[in-house]
Each structure stands twice: as structure tokens, then as C-alpha cells.
């Protein structure tokens, strides 16, 4: 009853709005990676938590060296076990830009040396697309690379998103993978900018399968500063 009530909530809030524009270009709350770089000297934290597992995950860290590049990392960590999880850094590179569109590529591969994770490498071509006024849609397809199985793993993200207030906006995405089998996840997004440079958020998802460790919560915050 509840997987029901949480998938009717997201469907039914994903017919009223979905995101927001803003000069902090956040990727929380949601899964879907912006094509955006950061400016030159810009500093940005998007930090999150999953409150049902006591996990901080997505925790990221962009640097901005101009319009057409920035670099990352992403810093996972868990209360239960104590320890972090692999870092992972990359870069997101802008390759085109128009009235139709924006496009990137974005780069991960994981600091495997710094724990017992495998290392995995991950690429992505991000595009985002303005549908109507205020309504607008990112798209997420990429693969990534398990060291240890040697085979790659197929995924994508679309996230539609619209800014019914300058101020207060929401995200609404379906996201898969395509491995031995496909798994298919929806999530919805609210977000809530503070300053031009401080934005809380909060997102909830659940699967298609009928399977209680699919149900999360995630509570974030991003802020931004310039060197």
C-alpha cells in the first residue's frame, strides 16, 4: 500500500510541475546530470543524505575552469560501516550549445586505491532541451565499466523539469539500467532556492519491482562560492 500511494504521489505531482531554472545550476534534486559547467572560479558543493539507510551519498564537488569545462568528485559515506566509499572524479567537457539545445560529455572513474572497491569508469552524453516556457528536459545516456566482471553497463536517466515560481521548483524522472536485466526507477524532486547561491531540496523514488529497498528518501543542500 505504500509503494502505491508513493507511485500515485510522484505520477500525479509530475502532471502539476517539475523543476526549476537557476543561476546555481544544481543537479539535486534528482539523478540526472546538468550539461552546464560551472564559471571560472566557482566552487559548488551538492550535498545529499538518504535518511531511510544513514548513508550520505551523491555527495559532490564541482570546480569551474570556465563555460566550457569543469572538474568533479563524488564522495559517498556510510554511518553503519563507518567508511567512505570509493571517491570518484572526471571532468564534464561542453561540446555544443545552441537555441535548440545544450550538449556534454561527461567522465568518471574511481580512486580504487583508497579502499577495497573495484574500479569503475563511467561515461556520459548529457543534452538538455527547452520544451516550453518554463518547461524543459535533460537527457542522461551512458555506460560503465565494471573492472571486475569486464562488461559494461547501460543506463539512462530523462528528467523533466518546470520553474512554476523564481523561487520553489520540482524535477520528475524515470531512470534505468540495463545489465544482466533492466530496472526501471522514478523519483520526484522538490527544491527550494534560498539566495541565489543556496538551494534545499528534497527527492523520494521508488522502482517498478516490488521490492522495499527501492523506497528512499534523500534530504540536499547545494551552495556555491567563488575563489
Do not use: W
Request: glycine residues 8%.
Amino acid at each position: 500500500m505504500r509503494r502505491k500511494f508513493l507511485l500515485a504521489f510522484i505520477c500525479v505531482n509530475s502532471l502539476i510541475c517539475f523543476g526549476f531554472d537557476s543561476d546555481l545550476i544544481s543537479e539535486r534534486p534528482g539523478q540526472a546530470y546538468t550539461p552546464y559547467c560551472l564559471k571560472n572560479g566557482e566552487v559548488q558543493f551538492q550535498l545529499g543524505a538518504n535518511i531511510q539507510e544513514s548513508v550520505f551519498n551523491n555527495n559532490v564537488i564541482r570546480f569551474g575552469l570556465g563555460k566550457f569545462f569543469e572538474i568533479n568528485t563524488v564522495i559517498d559515506y556510510t554511518f553503519e560501516n563507518n567508511l567512505f566509499v570509493a571517491p570518484n572524479v572526471g571532468f564534464k567537457l561542453l561540446l555544443k550549445e545552441s537555441e535548440r539545445g545544450i550538449y556534454s560529455l561527461r567522465y568518471g572513474t574511481s580512486l580504487h586505491q583508497f579502499t577495497d572497491n573495484d574500479l569503475t569508469n563511467t561515461l556520459f552524453l548529457i543534452s538538455n532541451y527547452t520544451i516550453f516556457n518554463k518547461v524543459g528536459l535533460t537527457l542522461n545516456g551512458g555506460v560503465k565499466y565494471l573492472a571486475r566482471e569486464e562488461k559494461l553497463s547501460k543506463s539512462y536517466v530523462l528528467s523533466l523539469s518546470f520553474n512554476p515560481t523564481t523561487k520553489i521548483g520540482v524535477v520528475f524522472e524515470n531512470y534505468g539500467e540495463f545489465n544482466d536485466s533492466f530496472k526501471s526507477y522514478f523519483d520526484l524532486g522538490i527544491g527550494y532556492l534560498v539566495s541565489p547561491v543556496l538551494q534545499f531540496d528534497i527527492y523520494l523514488g521508488t522502482g517498478l519491482e516490488n521490492k522495499p529497498e527501492d523506497l528512499f528518501i534523500n534530504l540536499g543542500v547545494t551552495y556555491r562560492f567563488n575563489l
